[in-house]
């Protein structure tokens, strides 16, 4: 599997965000706040014994890398409170750059079926890559506005489901964010506006996407495709990327 462009990630920066990369869903809602790292020492390290969900003296439960590293949705329970999502699909928003870490990240968006899903399974976008203004922590947004059901699935209104998003930071840790929704009629569905779900463009916000593909034929540096038939096929790519995104 590659990525357009090929990001080279420095070793240095992998320690410095294995506890920083987190993600925000801003629409259709959110299972719950899980940005937690507590159960780290005064000086950022981690007790003895603990690098997992480890108890605490005082007897809560710690996480020293963070909650979101948890399958399948960071460590929060089913909702009982849904949103309501439209039958025919809809907008998904998130902002992936809370914390330090995710100047770039793959993004996957999976939907799983029923009242407490244990399959996630079922994509409903295909995976791509962001690319965020810092490798700091940075205010800016992605917004889905028609995000599709899964192939091969039917649901009725009423169904409950769970849509998951799963961010794959710079060093390859995954982290799990969901949003229990209950399949409704689109005139029933809250409004989706710039306020819950956009694609932010300012300097300091800019998120751009990069296509994540794989080919049989990239086997070896000496079966590489030529530059001159990569670089004919790169406008084509960018314009569907850029048409999906503007939908």
């Keep these: 599997m590659l990525r357009t462009p090929l990001i080279a990630v420095a ?3 992998w320690w410095s965000s294995l506890a920083a990369a987190h993600v925000v869903i801003t629409y ?5 706040n899980n940005l937690h790292t507590n159960g780290t020492n005064a000086d950022g390290s981690i007790p003895e014994g603990s690098l997992g969900i480890d108890y605490l003296g005082n007897g809560t439960l710690g996480y020293p890398y963070g909650m979101q590293w948890m399958y399948p949705c960071g460590g929060m ?17 998130w902002q ?31 995976v791509f890559q962001i690319n965020g203004p810092s490798n700091d922590m940075y205010p ?6 028609q995000v599709p059901l899964p192939a091969n699935i039917s649901v009725n209104v009423g169904d409950n489901a769970t849509i998951q998003i799963i961010e794959i930071a710079q060093h390859g840790a ?11 009629e689109p005139q029933d569905v809250a409004e989706v506006n710039e306020t819950n779900c956009k694609n ?3 300097s300091d916000s800019l998120i751009t996407f990069d296509l994540v593909f794989a080919t049989t034929d990239l086997s070896s540096a000496s079966t590489l ?9 790169l406008p084509t790519a960018a314009a569907l990327v850029f048409a999906f995104f503007m939908l």
């Design 96 to 126: 992936p750059g809370w914390f330090s870490g995710h100047k770039t990240a793959f993004q996957y968006v999976n939907l799983g079926l029923g009242n407490e899903p244990l399959n996630m399974s079922h994509n409903m976008v295909p």
């Design 174 to 184: 995954a982290l799990y964010s969901c949003v229990d929704i209950t399949f409704a």
């Design 77 to 93: 329970p089913t909702s009982t409170n849904r949103t309501k999502w439209p039958v025919t699909g809809g907008a998904v928003g």
């Design 200 to 202: 932010t463009t300012d």
């Design 225 to 233: 495709l030529p530059a001159s038939s990569l670089m004919a096929a």
């Design 11 to 13: 070793a240095a920066l």
């Design 140 to 145: 800016g947004s992605v917004c889905l506005l």
């Design 28 to 32: 259709p809602g959110w299972r719950g």
